[in-house]
């Protein structure tokens, strides 16, 4: 795929700038995130009932996503819902409540006890009280009155294809015993859907929302024996988009329902017609504003109350004045703190004047009283104190403290023997050889500060010098240690997220150190007799530690070093290396406008992760086309299955010739996920590549996908086959709940 | 939720009971109906309850045909053997015998039936055969849904490019089994 795609992206480097650049740009559509599917209340239409007799079948099309039902003398179903049922305890008014269809959406705890009346992803009921209601609400909403104690009307109801026999069987036994239905036919969806658009001879290809079936027709009755589904539908298509979603946003925080996974699926998602060419472009910035499509889910942005001049004036005049405060208070503390400092400082001044030309034994007893061992220590006290005393005297007259010099002290009981010293003297010999010491040491750190500052200011130069004999030496060493240094910071990443991981090398490694350090005994210590290991004789031993910790805060400074350095290298580079540009940078190639990542999650504009609007949005892209090519690639979701032209396809070689001239030329479409923008062409064109060169194909969708199964199902019951489809009461008395009379429209009966 | 005045509470309440089905008059139920408790199974549980009754009955067949030395009633008919006269006193069981050969007869009806016009459709084998056609065994990335040239052999993934890599590589366990869950590809424990 080579497009060449030409954007204005001026060397855009941190967000603000690009940020900037969005004014220009007309703001992106929006779709937002639709409500739960409440209709309100709607009243019942009755007078339905009053116009039927008792020869007037009441027709339900049992569909897995929308159940529709109405007279056998309606145009349209009177009756379009969800199967859904709520039924639960009311904890406050302790009676058990039912709402169904759309009114199961009315509100939280409606949703909450959300059942389904089919097994999901089948056509296939599954939970019989939710039945049970969805028939309660069908026959309420049609007015019916039940005067003697049963719906009274023949019931047609539509099943899926090849229904198992339990299933059938269990509806009857509702229809018959609970609502004591006088007779009762079964028939297929589609082959209805068929029928209404008067088909004899074809191939119905049916997607509809649990199952996408393909059923062959020859002069009004269907192929049985060669019909085939396939387990996919809209129902697994919204399914899959909503996994899809939940990978793609794993800390997305708005909710999102099926019934809008459903609602995106329809409304965003079409059938490509080249999928591998326009999936590899999908993510391209040409028009990838127009491929993008952004769900807005509900936030609440956080709004940085705006506060007027004036108010912030006041503001900051409180701030000062209380700034001014504390420093008056302060002052005022240090004041007092001089005051007594200088207060003690006097004491003992007066202390040392007292004790000149005192006794020995009286100047220990004022000494005593004062706490000080000898004079020496005295004098010491009163020296530190004028020291402090002047100092906080200057620094509250704003004088700068002028570093005195230090005036060197002298050690000089250090050149004296030992043997001539007393006790007295021995001690404070040692003390000043500690001083001494410290003093020394001093001196050398500052020695060796000047030293490196001078090797620094040495290397800058010849490093300088290099540069401006030999640039090109200069900048590939420099390019060179650039090189190296992308690689250690790649290097940190992987260690980093290798941490994570208990089965990386690194892991392991610190597995079997910590084993190691956690063992009393290791074998081979012990072999050699000696109880010490000799830990930490060796300096390098207490590596092992560094080893241990858990990587962050053990090389928190390494990393800002690595970065900073990059740093720098990158800068020198861009300085003077010409072929070095700003794109080249590793911040530039981080930027997002290079990242397929960053288009496939947030499309073709900046993200900002501190904005909630932003952080809100859904972004479908890919999935647009991804979702719907499952049924042409089953494999994509893993489905062990063949795609929907590999059946049709098969299911045509297989029959006769004259079979396969008809049956091709009346392929016929019906079913909701038939509805996809691009379905049909696509169908057609790859079934026209597996289909021999001289065959004629003809393929037409149902005028109406969804309401056409229904629509074909009231025609039939107005029909005299009707009549002969029904199993009335008493053949079900008799014959047991799972008989069934074979018809042109319904499943033959299994054995 | 944001705090509902009690007069709205009441309004919500009302539509409430006005969409509550278990208020409607539905004099059409049966009263007296009272359904099993045990009637919701899955798919699963149906075909294997079906195919244990299926394998019964033709065990029972089989039994019956080597156990009871009657002599079945088809066998009658076709002349293959000569009817035996029973004088009297045991009505009840040739009645017995009557509903035993007549299970019979529906049992061989269908086995000819079956015979002649192939296997009857099901709900489990009208599945489509799996693709065995090599244009289908193309790879997308698990992660964009852009075709895929690589496979991380750690992981599993499949990914389109350098940059996705990245991302599958900074990946936990966990979610990469997510991943491959969406393509059915995950492992399964058992």
């Known amino acids: 795929m080579t497009i060449i795609y030409s954007r204005y992206v001026e060397p855009v480097l941190t967000s603000e700038a690009t940020s900037g650049k969005r004014s220009p740009k007309p703001p992106p559509r929006i779709w937002h995130a639709i409500d739960p599917p409440f209709k309100g209340y709607q009243p019942a239409p009755s007078e339905g009932y009053q116009q039927s007799s008792c020869d007037t079948a009441i027709v339900i099309d049992n569909g897995s996503s929308l159940v529709r039902a109405g007279w056998s003398f309606d145009a349209v179903p009177r009756l379009s819902f969800p199967p859904d049922v709520a039924r639960y305890r009311d904890r406050k008014y302790n009676r058990t409540v039912s709402y169904v269809g759309y009114n199961a959406y009315a509100d939280a705890t409606t949703r909450g006890q959300l059942k389904n009346a089919f097994e999901p992803g089948t056509s296939v009921v599954g939970n019989w009280d939710a039945m049970e209601g969805l028939l309660d609400q069908i026959f309420v909403s049609l007015g019916i009155e039940g005067d003697n104690g049963g719906v009274g009307r023949p019931v047609l109801m539509t099943e899926t294809l090849a229904n198992l026999t339990y299933s059938r069987k269990t509806m009857s036994e509702i229809l018959f015993e609970c609502y004591s239905a006088p007779s009762v036919a079964y028939g297929i969806d589609s082959l209805f859907s068929y029928k209404f658009n008067r088909g004899s001879s074809g191939l119905i290809i049916s997607s509809a929302n649990a199952s996408t079936q393909v059923i062959p027709v020859l002069n009004g009755k269907p192929i049985m024996s060669s019909v085939s589904r396939l387990n996919w539908g809209g129902y697994q298509g919204a399914e899959y988009l909503f996994k899809l979603l939940r990978l793609k946003y794993p800390t997305f925080p708005g909710k999102l329902t099926d019934y809008q996974a459903q609602e995106y699926v329809r409304e965003h998602c079409y059938v490509s017609q080249d999928f591998d060419r326009e999936m590899s472009g999908f993510l391209d910035w040409t028009g990838l504003e127009d491929r993008d499509r952004i769900i807005q889910y509900p936030f609440t942005e956080h709004v940085a109350i705006e506060k007027s001049e004036e108010e912030l004036a006041r503001i900051a005049e409180r701030k000062r004045e209380g700034g001014r405060r504390l420093q008056e208070q302060a002052a005022k503390m240090r004041l007092e703190k001089l005051v007594q400092k200088e207060q003690e400082l006097e004491y003992y001044r007066d202390l040392q004047q007292r004790i000149v030309g005192q006794t020995k034994k009286e100047t220990k007893r004022l000494l005593d009283e004062d706490e000080f061992k000898d004079e020496a220590q005295l004098d010491k006290m009163i020296k530190d104190m004028e020291k402090s005393v002047r100092k906080a005297r200057n620094k509250d007259l704003g004088i700068p403290d002028n570093v005195e010099e230090e005036e060197v002290p002298s050690f000089p009981l250090l050149d004296i023997p030992d043997d001539q010293l007393d006790e007295a003297g021995l001690k404070q010999k040692r003390h000043q050889r500690l001083l001494k010491s410290g003093v020394e040491a001093r001196a050398r750190a500052k020695v060796e500060k000047e030293q490196e500052r001078a090797r620094i200011a040495e290397e800058q130069r010849l490093d300088d010098e290099r540069r401006v004999n030999d640039l090109e030496g200069w900048l590939e060493s420099r390019r060179a240690s650039r090189a190296t240094l992308l690689q250690k910071i790649r290097d940190r990443e992987r260690q980093k997220a290798d941490l994570g991981n208990r089965k990386s090398l690194a892991s392991q490694m610190r597995m079997k150190t910590l084993a190691n350090l956690a063992s009393d005994q290791p074998g081979r210590k012990r072999r050699r007799g000696g109880d010490d290991d000799n830990f930490g004789a060796n300096d390098e031993d207490w590596g092992v530690y560094r080893q241990v910790a858990m990587g962050e805060q053990s090389d928190d400074e390494e990393e800002e070093d690595l970065d900073a350095e990059m740093k720098n290298v990158e800068a020198q580079l861009l300085k003077y290396d010409p072929g070095f540009s700003e794109s080249k940078t590793m911040a530039a190639q981080k930027d997002w406008t290079k990242s397929l990542m960053h288009a496939f999650l947030r499309g073709p504009r900046p993200f900002d992760s501190e904005s909630q609007q932003e952080t809100h949005q859904l972004h479908l892209n890919v999935e647009r086309i991804r979702v719907p090519e499952v049924l042409f690639q089953p494999a994509i979701a893993g489905l062990d299955q063949a795609g929907i032209v590999d059946t049709a396809a098969d299911m045509i070689g297989m029959s006769s010739p004259q079979d396969r001239n008809s049956v091709l030329r009346d392929i016929f479409l019906t079913g909701g996920n038939t509805l996809f923008k691009g379905f049909e062409e696509r169908l057609s064109r790859e079934l026209r590549a597996v289909l021999p060169i001289e065959a004629s194909m003809r393929i037409r969708q149902a005028s109406d996908p969804l309401l056409d199964a229904w629509k074909g199902a009231a025609q039939w019951s107005n029909e005299s086959s009707f009549k002969l489809a029904l199993v009335t009461r008493e053949e079900y008395q008799e014959k047991g709940s799972d008989y069934l009379k074979e018809h042109n429209l319904g499943n033959t009966a299994a054995p | ?190």
């Not at chain 2, 008059?25 to 309850?49: D, L, Y």
């Open chain 2, 1 to 190: 939720m944001a705090p509902t005045t009690p007069a709205a509470d009441d309004s919500h309440q009302q539509l409430l009971d006005q969409l509550d089905l278990i208020l409607k008059p539905r004099a059409f139920r049966n009263t007296r109906w009272k359904p099993s408790q045990r009637r919701n199974k899955n798919i699963k549980q149906i075909v294997a309850e079906a195919a244990r009754k299926e394998a019964s009955v033709m065990a029972t067949q089989d039994n019956s045909g080597s156990s009871t030395p009657n002599i079945q009633s088809s066998a009658i008919e076709t002349g293959a053997a000569t009817p035996i006269h029973m004088n009297g006193a045991s009505t009840k069981s040739t009645i017995s015998q009557a509903a035993q050969n007549l299970s019979t007869m529906v049992l061989e009806r269908n086995l000819q039936a079956s015979l002649s016009t192939g296997p009857i459709a099901t709900y489990t084998n009208i599945e489509s055969a799996p693709s065995l056609h090599p244009a289908h065994q193309k790879h997308y990335c698990d992660i964009t849904g852009l075709p895929a040239p690589y496979m991380d052999p750690k992981s599993r993934l499949r990914y389109h490019n350098k940059e996705v890599f990245d991302v599958v590589r900074s990946m936990n366990q966990g979610t990469a089994e997510k991943y491959l869950e969406a393509r059915g590809a995950h492992i399964v424990l058992k």
